[in-house]
């Protein structure tokens, strides 16, 4: 009986663990979205925008020539989030 009670237990923690990343990731996507948007726009010299889209864009150069193969991992991680 106490092994079910310590195994609901951890499943809980689990759960809320699991709960906040969710909800973590909803708030952080669009907000690197943005920056990337911006940084596209105004380009790498602003602040705060200039960091996020220089990071994305060494780990697109990092990840395949011409940034292709990063790119389609991009897609394939966000579509998984998407979910």
């Not at 708030?27 to 105004?42: D, E, N, R």
């Not at 602040?47 to 011409?66: A, E, M, Q, R, T």
């Amino acid at each position: 009986m106490a092994l079910l009670t310590l195994t609901m237990k951890y499943k809980t923690i689990l759960n809320s663990i699991k709960d906040f990343l969710v909800r973590l990731t909803d708030v952080l996507v669009p907000v690197v979205s943005v920056a990337l948007l911006l940084g596209i726009i105004f380009g790498p010299e602003a602040p705060f925008v200039g960091d996020v889209y220089k990071n994305i864009s060494d780990l697109l150069n990092l990840l395949g020539s011409d940034g292709l193969l990063g790119l389609v991992a991009i897609i394939i991680i966000l579509a998984y989030l998407k979910k």
